[in-house]
């Protein structure tokens, strides 16, 4: 068995890698969702132009209050105030200069004259701008005011509408990610073997694919709108600021680090908190999903009070998930307010100092060439302003991406397992007739502990019906659906014509097989379109032929009420059970396979359904490889052989004439009309 342990062991290694994986690197499984987007280009260079004309729009209102202090509001117009300006500058300029001729400090004097040089740099730069000034601006302050307002509107106009298109190419980049990222998803999950749906539940699989591709959607919308509009439009904010005084921006901006470390501790917390909370949600799908599936026992056993303290405990749980991330979240606007207020409040008071007392130097630092204007600490007190608003945004989207990078983890754990049915590079091709199945020594197993076949060595001819029977947990339909390669043996193999079945395409190899379960699988929609599901390309005349073959073309026109059109609920669940089977054996008739696989396939049905059914079998199975799972005597009268199993083993192996001779197992089976055989 050791070959049949370690292929448990490697089931179980793929799954815990792919977790690890997903939590290896900080929001990288996020960011590999976005990733998929960038295939858009033209929409990406949208996204991040609008985002960077926004940026600008919005520090250049920002910019327009030092005309209305430094010019509207001292009842001057643009002209006016530039005359004066260069007139105040030349008597500046002649006093820096007496200074440096009287002065003997080297260092003052290099200061001094690094003054000079700024005055004469501002004059030169309002000399040139003085008659654009004089021809374009208006004479009057009023008229300069409306010119300042009308800008005003006219640019916030301008960034709305950039606003808009960016928000619009925003959520098509998302959508159009999520659409992809759903589509690998799904790509996936139908790549999973048989068994995998039993290891990850259905429920578990669907929270993946509805809440959190969800949480990732919104993610990644808030990225994009917010996550890259904002921070440019604090960019812009501050490198207008750094324009006024980079050294006093510089000494306001101490505390960023200790925000950034608190920032990052939150991160982390978000994260690991969310992850939880959505395996919580998952649980309580599944608590639903069963609740709702086995609601025929909940009522018939008086169990709704039992079924309500289940979930009320898994919705509990999920509220303590919950409360503990709305602590984390709680923290971190707050976080970037106090950051925020702490900047512009550090701006106003040094600004305020330095103006207020014409300093150029603060605590010993120097912060500016010349002393600052009170339009121009204004104006610096406004960009930081400018600047806190959207680290305030930032705030709520950290949040959000946190929740989506958790989400993105569980996407992409199931996205980063490795296929446990993988193809090979090179497969062989089918044969055309299959002439003979064997499995050769085949084990099986689900756990270390679990061992459902074992050492099993089966030969069936061409045009043979096998009945597999055995006592319940006995491994028969495992070694059945091992044929499709649903499950692949641990050790052995399956031949079919010398050729094993691990080397050739799953595809081809499943175009040759046909399996009727005991649970006819059935999907809401037409009669037509479920008859069609394994042969897409089939004619209606094809249809109609099988379904008579079938005996269900009669009760097809006769008692549904569109006939072949009538669309049958889920699951077919406005159909009898017998109807239903007798739609899966057309199903079955219509890709006209080699091998067909009947698991329990009259186990549900009555005794005139199961008549039909047999009738139509014995047609059907002429000249066919069948493999027949059943618990009826009546049934085995179809079987040319009947394999006996037990614990995973075949041990006997004959016909019912023989078998009944030889066999106590199948004797004990017989006995009461196989009625303990499943």
Same mark, same amino acid.
């Given at each position: ?14 799954? @815990? ?54 010019? @509207? ?9 530039? %005359? ?44 040139? !701008?003085? +008659? ?16 300042? @307002? ?6 916030? @106009? ?15 980049? %998302?959508? #159009? ?21 039993? %290891? ?47 050294? !006093? ?14 920032? *990052? ?24 999903? /069963? ?57 106003? #008071? ?11 130097? #603060? ?22 302003? *400018? ?34 049915? +993988? ?25 270390? /502990? ?33 044929? +499709? ?132 079998l014995k047609d059907f199975l002429s000249n066919r490889t069948a493999i027949m799972i059943t618990h009826r005597i009546s049934s085995l009268q179809l079987a040319d052989r ?37």
């Amino acid at each position: 068995m050791d070959e049949s342990l370690k292929c448990v062991k490697n089931q179980q290694i793929q799954t @815990v890698l792919g977790t690890l994986t997903c939590k290896g690197t900080f929001m990288r499984n996020f960011f590999r969702a976005v990733k998929i987007g960038l295939q858009y280009r033209l929409t990406c260079l949208g996204v991040i132009a609008c985002s960077l004309f926004v940026a600008f729009f919005w520090s250049a209102n920002i910019g327009t209050i030092y005309p209305l202090v430094e010019v @509207v509001f001292q009842g001057k117009s643009g002209p006016q105030y530039l %005359t004066e300006s260069i007139t105040e500058l030349d008597g500046q300029i002649q006093a820096k200069q007496a200074l440096i001729q009287t002065e003997s400090d080297p260092a003052s004097t290099s200061f001094l004259e690094a003054q000079l040089v700024g005055l004469e740099e501002e004059r030169a730069f309002k000399q040139d !701008l003085l +008659p654009i000034a004089q021809q374009w601006l208006p004479a009057t302050p009023f008229a300069t005011l409306i010119l300042v @307002v009308c800008l005003m509107i006219g640019v916030t @106009v301008l960034k709305d509408l950039l606003l808009m298109a960016n928000i619009i190419l925003s959520h098509r980049f %998302t959508q #159009l990610s999520v659409f992809n990222l759903r589509k690998d998803f799904y790509r996936r999950t139908l790549k999973m073997s048989v068994g995998s749906f039993n %290891t990850d539940r259905t429920t578990e699989l669907m929270s993946r694919f509805t809440n959190d591709t969800e949480v990732v959607t919104h993610g990644i919308m808030q990225l994009l709108a917010k996550a890259i509009r904002e921070p440019l439009k604090m960019a812009t904010c501050l490198i207008a600021a750094a324009f006024i005084s980079w050294r !006093l921006l510089i000494f306001c901006l101490i505390i960023v680090p200790i925000a950034g470390v608190l920032m *990052g501790y939150l991160s982390k917390a978000l994260r690991r908190s969310n992850r939880k909370a959505m395996q919580e949600m998952a649980k309580m799908y599944g608590l639903i999903g /069963e609740t709702f599936k086995g609601i025929v026992a909940v009522k018939a056993f008086n169990m709704e009070a039992y079924e309500r303290k289940r979930f009320h405990h898994s919705a509990k749980n999920y509220y303590l998930k919950a409360m503990k991330i709305a602590k984390y979240n709680s923290m971190t606007r707050p976080t970037t307010e106090i950051m925020g207020m702490t900047i512009v409040g550090l701006g106003m #008071l040094s600004g305020g100092y330095l103006v207020l007392n014409q300093e150029t130097h #603060l605590l010993g630092i120097q912060m500016c060439v010349n002393p600052m204007s009170f339009g121009d600490m204004m104006t610096f007190f406004a960009f930081l302003v *400018g600047a806190s608003d959207p680290l305030r945004r930032i705030a709520d989207v950290f949040n959000v991406v946190q929740r989506s990078s958790a989400a993105a983890d569980r996407i992409y754990e199931m996205l980063d397992r490795e296929p446990d049915l +993988p193809e090979i590079d090179n497969p062989l091709p089918v044969t055309q007739n299959v002439q003979r199945i064997e499995f050769k020594g085949v084990d099986y197993q689900y756990t270390d /502990e679990c061992i459902v076949i074992d050492d099993v060595s089966l030969v069936i001819p061409q045009g043979q019906t096998v009945a597999l029977v055995g006592p319940n947990g006995c491994g028969k339909s495992t070694l059945a659906r091992m044929l +499709p390669r649903f499950f692949d043996p641990c050790r052995g193999g399956i031949f079919i014509n010398d050729v094993n079945i691990a080397e050739v395409r799953k595809r081809d190899l499943r175009k040759k097989i046909a399996i009727v379960t005991q649970n006819a699988i059935m999907f809401d929609d037409t009669v037509l379109n479920n008859l069609k599901y394994g042969k897409r390309d089939a004619s209606l005349d094809e249809v109609i032929a099988a379904a008579k073959k079938a005996k269900a073309h009669q009760f097809i026109e006769n008692k549904l009420e569109d006939g072949y059109q009538t669309v049958i609920g889920e699951g077919g669940g406005k159909l009898s059970g017998g109807q239903r089977q007798r739609l899966a054996l057309a199903r079955a008739i219509l890709t006209d396979p080699e091998i067909i696989i009947l698991d329990e396939a009259t186990s549900q049905v009555d005794l005139e359904s199961e008549q039909v059914i047999h009738s139509v079998l014995k047609d059907f199975l002429s000249n066919r490889t069948a493999i027949m799972i059943t618990h009826r005597i009546s049934s085995l009268q179809l079987a040319d052989r009947i394999i006996v199993m037990n614990q995973g083993k075949v041990v006997d192996d004959g016909t019912h004439e023989e078998l009944i001779q030889r066999s106590t197992i199948y004797q004990s089976m017989a006995a009461p009309g196989l009625k303990d055989i499943a």
